[in-house]
């Protein structure tokens, strides 16, 4: 027998309306603010990732899923944010169109050690503002993905924000960190050793409890941030304010990847233990130019879907209540219905019936465990009156109609 691949999952049928609802929320909800969806390839050159996320990522050094094909590296996309910045310039949308905004629906994949509900193929819901770099757009960024979680029936998250910086401040915000921890380098868990020297700013979200402390006394504020990067901070917190927006500045808050400027920000939730983030974004102005296009910052996030659905409230409906059930007694019966069946999905009417062919009481208990709210009986009876039995599941009630008047009846449900 085969199994799944660890770190994968099957989403059952019995699932799969919870995530056709983030979806359709997600899809109606973007266009509100003029994001556009945009469809990329899962596989890309595996040097878009390296490039932009930065060697040192641990995305980059440890979980990327490369297929080597003759003289190609190729990597399953662990992220999008990369696939739409090289689409952006590979499609000359920086020329035809300048500002752009996308949002997109996919897996991503990591080749980690699938532990703690971390999956090797995820599923992220995000957009990518592209071509402007004023605050505003952060906030308007910030704020969407808050609308967002509050539709998905989200509540209880915590916004938390902070600012890399420019390039420049980034080295600074560097410099400050090694002379702050210096002394305690022997003391940081074996990852952050190695984190010391390249990719510093990681090192303070470490989960690692010794790190944790040694992090939690550091005093980084925002010295590192120059006149230009404190006024868009701070304008971004003022619109995040007159939107009525939570949110928390954290300047322990970086993200891992290198591509990040200014402002950065991460959205967590309680319900979801030592790995309670359900998304992240921020600003990437240099990322453009860094893969070959013209000079546009840019600013997005990414919800982690299976995240999501872990700490959305809303209990799902299933399609089955609104399912008509048909229930043919004897061979003839069983011809009749499929062309009942027929008419009534013209009408768009979801309907299904036994192809058990059960007794009248095994397909009533089937229809009563889907869930269905009608089951319509042909009989003996009906076949000779050219009627059906439409029985109501929930109040028991029936009652016996003609073919027009029943698809009458079940059009208003
Ligand atoms: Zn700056
Ligand atoms: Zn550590």
């Keep these: 027998m085969f199994k799944r691949i660890t770190g994968t999952k099957d989403i059952l049928p019995g699932e799969v309306s919870a995530w056709q609802r983030i979806e359709e929320i997600a899809r109606n909800t973007f266009p509100l603010y003029n994001y556009k969806e945009i469809r ?131 080295k600074k915000l560097t410099q400050i960190l090694k002379k702050s921890l210096g002394d305690n380098t022997s003391k940081l868990c074996q990852d952050c050793q190695e984190r010391f020297q390249g990719n510093i700013l990681r090192i303070l979200d470490c989960k690692n409890e010794s790190c944790k402390e040694i992090v939690a006394k550091l005093d980084i504020g925002q010295k590192h941030l120059c006149g230009a990067c404190i006024g868009h901070f701070r304008q971004v917190t003022t619109v995040l304010d007159m939107l009525g927006v939570e949110y928390i500045v954290d300047d322990h808050l970086v993200r891992g990847l290198d591509y990040y400027t200014r402002t950065v920000f991460e959205i967590s939730h309680p319900g979801l233990g030592a790995q309670d983030a359900i998304g992240a974004g921020g600003r990437y102005d240099n990322l453009v130019k860094q893969l070959g296009g013209s000079d546009q910052p840019a600013v997005g996030f990414a919800f982690g879907v299976e995240r999501v ?105």
């Design 40 to 170: 990329l390839p899962l596989i890309e050159e595996a040097a878009l990732f390296n490039r932009s996320l930065g060697e040192e990522a641990e995305v980059v050094k440890k979980q990327m899923f490369l297929i080597q094909r003759d003289h190609d590296t190729l990597a399953l996309r662990p992220e999008a944010t990369a696939s739409v910045v090289r689409s952006y310039i590979e499609n000359s949308l920086d020329k035809v169109q300048g500002f752009a905004k996308f949002y997109y629906i996919g897996a991503m994949f990591r080749a980690e050690r699938p532990q703690r509900g971390r999956l090797r193929q995820f599923h992220h819901i995000g957009c990518e503002a592209i071509g402007s770099a004023q605050p505003q757009l952060d906030a308007e960024i910030i704020s969407l993905a808050d609308k967002l979680l509050k539709n998905f029936s989200v509540s209880g998250h915590r916004i938390r924000i902070n600012s890399l910086g420019c390039p420049d401040d980034k």
């Design 309 to 413: 659905l872990l700490v959305s409230a809303d209990k799902v409906q299933g399609v089955s209540d609104k399912l008509v059930y048909i229930i043919p007694l004897g061979e003839e019966a069983r011809q009749e219905s499929m062309i009942l069946l027929n008419e009534l999905r013209q009408q768009g009417i979801c309907a299904d019936t036994d192809y058990l062919g059960k007794s009248l009481k095994g397909a009533m208990r089937q229809a009563d465990s889907m869930g269905v709210k009608y089951a319509v009986i042909i009989g003996d009876n009906e076949l000779k009156n050219k009627t059906v039995m439409l029985k109501n599941m929930k109040s028991g009630e029936q009652k016996e109609l003609g073919r027009t008047a029943l698809v009458k009846e079940l059009s208003g449900n």
